[in-house]
């Protein structure tokens, strides 16, 4: 029988592996940005897996990208919700 392929779990942890010499090189703070962008793609795993792409690292950067674009849109309405409550208040930033 032949092989089978590897899951996209298995591909995300092979490659974050790849990656462990990258990652020890960085500053403490920045370790931990990259194992933050590494939560991101382990969190999308089904979307990478749905989109079936020939070279997976695409995939999983894109969804590394989505992880931090949402962040900064829920920072964003956290701001526009913070500075709303002082402009009603009457209080210019």
Do not use: Y
């Amino acid at each position: 029988m032949g092989r089978t392929l590897p899951t996209v779990v298995q591909l995300i942890q092979n490659e974050e592996e790849a990656w462990k010499h990258f990652r020890r090189a960085l500053r403490k703070e920045d370790q931990e940005a990259f194992d933050h962008l590494w939560r991101f793609c382990r969190r999308h795993a089904a979307p990478i897996a749905m989109g079936s792409r020939a070279v997976p690292n695409d995939a999983m950067m894109l969804a590394m990208l989505v992880g931090l674009c949402r962040m900064v849109m829920e920072l964003r309405e956290e701001l526009e919700k913070t500075n709303g409550k002082q402009e009603a208040a009457g209080v210019d930033l």
